[in-house]
T-cell receptor, first 112, second 114 residues
Framework: QQQVKQSPQSLIVQKGGISIINCAYE??????FPWYQQFPGKGPALLIA?????SEKKEGRFTISFNKSAKQFSLHIMDSQPGDSATYFC???????????FGAGTILRVKS | EAQVTQNPRYLITVTGKKLTVTCSQN?????MSWYRQDPGLGLRQIYY???????DKGDVPEGYKVSRKEKRNFPLILESPSPNQTSLYFC?????????????FGPGTRLTVT
């Protein structure tokens, strides 16, 4: 069974809009929650990550919101651009992210 | 340039014919891992290695073997491939130093087993 559940499977957003992808987990031992971005024909690349001692982390247009009590975290992409069109994976791990468990992925398309 | 390389990038083979996918990193990373990516399932870990001569099973190890004789190389071996191993495979490495946990992925190997 999927240890990290990700939704939606796909998402279409207008240019300039906000993209929101959600993830939920069960294992309370997870202590590292990264998001990876994957463009077609490429390997995933780290986008942004958070540890459970903070509720939010922002890097440019990308923000992770983390709700420890609900065991949920989400990625918000502000002012979405066509260049953001990619597959996004949430993940979780114990011990500094070496044994990552990934969500199923969300295919984001930003329409210009 | 710091990178993870995989070869081949594309491979079509037949059931039962042994194959090896190579993975090499030039960043002196201790940790290396193999994943397979399937639609609707995300990336699932096959095997990982904490350091030379130290390997362990991930979530989907059946039908695969690995070895870590050198720090930079981590080949994935399919002794008798089957059609259900048709997938997109990624190798990744990580420095494993305190507070630094980013995994660097290779470009992927698309394998088709007929």
């Amino acid at each position: 069974q999927q240890q990290v559940k990700q939704s939606p499977q796909s998402l279409i957003v207008q240019k300039g809009g906000i993209s929101i992808i959600n993830c939920a987990y069960e294992n309370t031992a997870f202590d590292y929650f990264p998001w990876y971005q994957q463009f077609p024909g490429k390997g995933p690349a780290l986008l942004i990550a958070i540890r459970p001692d903070v509720s939010e982390k922002k890097e440019g247009r990308f923000t992770i919101s983390f709700n420890k009590s609900a065991k949920q975290f989400s990625l918000h992409i502000m002012d979405s651009q066509p260049g953001d069109s990619a597959t996004y994976f949430c993940a979780a791990s114990i011990e500094y992210g070496n044994k990552l468990v990934f969500g199923a992925g969300t295919i984001l398309r930003v329409k210009s | 340039e710091a990178q993870v390389t995989q070869n081949p990038r594309y491979l079509i083979t037949v059931t039962g014919k042994k194959l090896t996918v190579t993975c090499s990193q030039n960043m002196n990373h201790e940790y290396m891992s193999w994943y397979r990516q399937d639609p609707g399932l995300g990336l699932r870990q096959i095997y990982y290695s904490m350091n030379v001569e130290v390997t362990d099973k991930g979530d989907v190890p059946e039908g695969y073997k690995v070895s870590r004789k050198e720090k930079r190389n981590f080949p994935l071996i399919l002794e008798s491939p089957s059609p259900n191993q048709t997938s997109l495979y990624f190798c990744a490495s990580s420095p494993r130093t305190s507070g630094k946990s980013e995994q660097y992925f290779g470009p992927g190997t698309r394998l088709t087993v007929t």
